[in-house]
């Protein structure tokens, strides 16, 4: 009956028949995007981009790049509708990774990072790739947002029609006519995850006091009325009140009449002066709606930006100041990602080899052949690492102690209070000879070549030196004048044109 | 004139205009089905692509369509002004032709190029909504407020849900072969999809 009813209307139209789901602007409407095989097309699709450019023919540095323009962008049109299942996830992670560290035929290849390291922001110690699961919960987020919003916009219309207004996303427990998009949303921003970081990100303004709910919104003090007096509300008769149904106007002002549902004991009165006196301090406006407000100091809004970073926030923060410095320097891609892996240690080297279960024969160093190799030992504190170091010393003019520490190890000059050109001069060449002392430490071990520590040396010297008039527009001077004294020929340039 | 767009055009229309969303039908359009899909409703979805959208549009009927709106006789005198005065040449076998003046369609790529055409799809919206009014075409009434819906558009990405009736088929078929005469937006009739939900 109905398929022939189907067949008459389509002879009408002179069209064809489809079925659910169909393409719609590109995305698949009426499926179920909970189940994997909506996500099909979308891991093809990264594969084929994968396969076609064979990671091997790019350098590290160039990997990270291409992950992060354009492997991490492509789910992103289905990512800020749809919430991708964990499954779905680790695939296009394990894709992801499987590409950094340039797995291919040969099989796999270690790790040498792990990847919510890499996610982390680059002032943060990683490389700032995007953790897609945060940024997946940061861009649906915004729907939670805009739903609240006052602009119009059918879309809203249908969905608040169907779900009455966007505080339903925080009720406790699922409707049957929920869809799975708004399930989603609200197990990812509302009453469905444990740790509400969509609410706690919220403040209010205070206006007529039509929206703001008195005991669970944060409008007064750090957190929710709701949570600091437990007890109180407990007792409180409307609990779920709008600030102006706890208060009346009497003339100009504004007095707070809270209802309880019992008398208070002699013990609990302290709480309640301690409420009113918080409460009594504040009052509403006439003349204005309430008003919600993104807990970030520049925007006030939500943006997907600043919610993947409250997001992706690591506790540890002490080496912040480091990376920001590491990152702002500009060498070559290439030899500035080897030098993190230096700085975090990633390296590698024989020992860092052997804890990974590779089959080493030696593991004494191959510059001087009398200690174990570590990546300290290899690029500081090895004999010929050291005259190397002491070489850039006296080129620079300076005398110092070096640490064995490579963080302090990289920092130890911005310390010295030296000039701005001569810390960039210090930077670049810091990363230059870590670059150069890798290159002939390998170059030893596959090649048979000798130690020669002036070659290493000069090597560094001409890599700074492109690096710097490459990167920094304005500074063009010989080789020969950068040899002789790089910190005038800066400082040169610094006055006359400010680089 | 893209500031004044969201107060002309029908909220069923989505791009190019500030505050409305490409991902905003999107998630529309499954709230719809899922609804649809949940009580147990029927409904039919048309998806009607239209035959080289920008190139055939005919200019009488946007200029008929901005008077309509509102627009004042000295606006309808500048569009005509940047419409008439572009020339084109055309690339054959490697040769550029003599220039010409078009008579219809618009130039993709020109930044004032979408909102005219959004000006003319807006077109179809004022008589589908029509329709609606006088109770010919009989859409989807979705959540408690019952909000009725029955098309959605995006630029020309035009979709159709209507409960399965012949009448409402018929009233569809009319409504773009008028469409189609008036502004000679022609409807690809091959891309022309039609699905059935239960």
């Given at each position: 009956?109905q398929n022939r009813m189907i067949e008459r209307f389509s002879i009408m139209l002179n069209c064809t028949t489809m079925n659910i789901p169909f393409l719609y602007?590109?995305?698949k409407v009426g ?469 | ?42 409904c039919t979805i048309i998806k009607v692509d239209f035959e ?105 990405d035009t979709i159709f849900v209507c409960?399965p009736?012949p009448?409402n088929i018929?009233?569809i078929k009319?409504?773009l072969r008028?469409?189609e ?5 022609k409807v690809n009739f091959h891309k022309r999809k039609y699905w059935y939900a239960?």
């Amino acid at each position: 009956m109905q398929n022939r009813m189907i067949e008459r209307f389509s002879i009408m139209l002179n069209c064809t028949t489809m079925n659910i789901p169909f393409l719609y602007l590109g995305i698949k409407v009426g499926a179920n995007h909970r189940k994997k095989v909506f996500w099909n097309d979308m891991i093809i699709n990264i594969r084929k981009r994968l396969s076609k450019w064979k990671g091997r023919h790019l350098s590290f540095a160039g990997r990270v790049m291409l992950i992060k323009s354009v492997i991490s962008t492509i789910p992103l049109y289905y990512l800020s509708i749809f919430k991708m299942p964990v499954s779905v996830g680790k695939i296009i992670r394990k894709l992801q990774r499987e590409f950094l560290w340039g797995w291919g035929h040969e099989g796999r290849k270690i790790a040498w990072v792990r990847w919510e390291h890499i996610c982390r922001t680059k002032e943060d110690g990683g490389l700032g790739v995007k953790d897609l699961d945060k940024f997946n919960i940061a861009l649906l987020g915004k729907w939670k947002w805009r739903l609240g919003k006052e602009e119009p916009g059918l879309w809203k219309d249908i969905v608040l029609s169907k779900y009455e207004s966007w505080r339903k996303l925080d009720d406790k427990k699922v409707c049957s006519h929920d869809s799975w998009w708004w399930r989603d949303i609200r197990k990812i921003c509302g009453g469905g995850c444990k740790e509400n970081w969509f609410d706690k990100n919220i403040r209010w303004n205070r206006g007529i006091g039509n929206k703001i709910n008195f005991w669970d919104d944060l409008w007064l003090g750090e957190i929710p009325l709701k949570d600091k007096y437990l007890r109180l509300y407990t007792n409180s008769i409307l609990k779920k009140a709008k600030l102006g149904d706890a208060g009346y106007w009497n003339g100009e002002n504004w007095v707070w009449n809270l209802q309880w549902r019992r008398e208070w004991f002699e013990w609990e009165k302290d709480t309640v002066a301690n409420l009113m006196r918080e409460v009594e301090g504040t009052t509403l406006l006439r003349d204005r709606e309430d008003e919600r407000i993104w807990n970030d100091d520049e925007t006030k809004v939500y943006t997907v930006n600043s919610a993947y970073k409250k997001l992706n926030k690591s506790n540890g923060t002490q080496q912040e100041n480091l990376f920001e410095l590491f990152w702002k320097m500009k060498a070559l891609p290439s030899a500035q990602y080897f030098a993190w892996r230096v700085i975090i240690n990633r390296v590698a080297t024989y020992d860092n080899l052997q804890n990974r279960g590779v089959e080493v024969g030696s593991k004494v160093c191959v510059m001087c052949h009398c200690c174990d190799e570590t990546v300290t030992h290899l690029f500081f504190s090895c004999r010929i690492a050291a005259r190397l170091w002491k070489m850039c010393d006296s080129w620079l003019g300076l005398y110092s102690v070096h640490h064995n520490s490579v963080e302090i190890h990289f920092l130890q000059f911005k310390h010295l209070g030296l000039s701005k050109s001569c810390n960039i001069v210090w930077r670049c060449m810091w990363v230059a000879t870590i670059w150069s002392i890798w290159n002939k430490r390998n170059n030893i071990i596959f090649r048979n070549v000798k130690v020669d520590v002036e070659e290493m040396f000069s090597l560094a010297q001409v890599k700074t030196w492109a690096w710097i008039t490459n990167k920094y527009p304005r500074a063009s001077f010989s080789y020969s004048d950068w040899c002789l004294c790089p910190t005038t020929c800066l400082n040169h340039c610094d006055s006359n044109h400010n680089i | 004139m893209q500031k004044v767009l969201h107060k002309i055009n029908d909220q069923k229309q989505s791009a190019f205009i500030e505050g409305r969303g490409l991902l905003d039908s999107v998630v529309l359009v499954n709230e719809v089905i899922d609804e649809v899909r949940r009580i147990k409703g029927k409904c039919t979805i048309i998806k009607v692509d239209f035959e080289k959208a920008y190139d055939s549009v005919n200019w009488e009927f946007l200029l008929y369509m901005m008077a309509r709106l509102g627009f004042c006789d000295k606006w309808i005198k500048w569009i005509r002004g940047c419409l008439e005065s572009s020339t084109i040449s055309v690339l054959v076998n490697g040769s550029p032709t003599e220039q010409f003046s078009p008579t219809k369609g618009l130039r993709q790529g020109d930044p004032l190029a979408p909102f005219l055409f959004l000006i003319v799809v807006e077109g179809l919206a004022g008589v589908v909504r029509q329709a609606e009014y006088k109770g010919l075409l009989e859409g989807i009434k979705v959540g408690k407020k019952q909000i009725p819906i029955n098309m959605l558009q995006f630029a020309d990405d035009t979709i159709f849900v209507c409960s399965p009736k012949p009448q409402n088929i018929v009233v569809i078929k009319s409504i773009l072969r008028c469409f189609e005469i008036a502004s000679r937006l022609k409807v690809n009739f091959h891309k022309r999809k039609y699905w059935y939900a239960k």
